[in-house]
């Protein structure tokens, strides 16, 4: 089952509405709301759209259900909700008042910081893995 599958399973189940109803309400036949819970299909964004709207899905929540399914959400903010510091760091980047040379800078050491993440987890994942949970 894929992240979306799951995802998308949780969110129907918590509201109490079955397979069949979901599938009906988003226009969609059966077969294929019990297919993407299951990780067999993934997705258009069309479609995880419709879903959402079927499910009565608050936007912070159709925006998690769309990055689930691989797809830029509309307010990328709603996934930074558990991580404060990188929803500041998103105003700063793009915030017109802050010179242009110091944002470059910002993304320049933002990219250098997930390289360097990349790097470590690739070369010694169990180490870097229990230093993220330290």
């Known amino acids: 089952m894929t992240d979306f599958g799951q995802m998308l399973k949780a969110l129907r189940e918590r509201r109490g ?11 969609f036949d059966h077969s294929y709301v019990s297919r993407l819970e299951g990780g067999a299909r993934m997705p258009t964004r069309d479609a995880v759209d419709r879903l959402g709207a079927a499910l009565g899905l608050g936007e912070s929540e159709r925006d998690s259900l769309l990055a689930a399914a691989g797809f830029l959400p509309r307010d990328v903010t ?3 909700s558990s991580e404060p510091v ?3 760091v998103l105003d700063l980047l793009k915030d017109e008042q802050v010179p242009s040379e110091l944002r470059e800078n910002m993304r320049q050491v933002l990219h250098l910081l997930a390289q360097q993440a990349r790097f470590a987890m690739r070369n010694h994942p169990v180490e870097a893995t229990a230093n993220v949970a330290a």
């Open 78 to 80: 709603h996934l930074l």
């Open 17 to 27: 509405v079955s397979q069949s109803k979901l599938a009906e309400r988003a226009e």
């Open 86 to 88: 990188l929803g500041e």
